[in-house]
């Protein structure tokens, strides 16, 4: 069984920069999501409101490691139909 070469030289990249670039680009965009859920977590504690379960810390956290997963979890927590409401 022959082994699948990927080869981009004809686009003058080669699979390992292809990767670094895709690797610094999910770093970024999970830096970003940290940042926006300890922006938003911090807010929400500033209007007398509570963050579920986590500190504001801890979402950003979450986010570095989980991407998408731990920003739909938090919306869920805080801003969907289930959220608790406090009066």
Known sequence: ????NVNFTGLGW???????VFI?????LHGMLGFGLWNDASRLRERGRSTVV???????????VLGLAA????????YSRF????P
């Open 54 to 64: 986590l500190t504001p810390l801890t979402w950003s956290l979450s986010a570095l």
């Open 71 to 78: 920003v739909a979890l938090y919306w869920v927590c805080h």
């Open 83 to 86: 959220a608790r409401k406090e």
């Open 14 to 20: 080669s699979a390992g920069v292809l990767a670094k």
């Open 1 to 4: 069984m022959e082994h699948l």
């Open 24 to 28: 610094a680009a999910m770093v970024f």
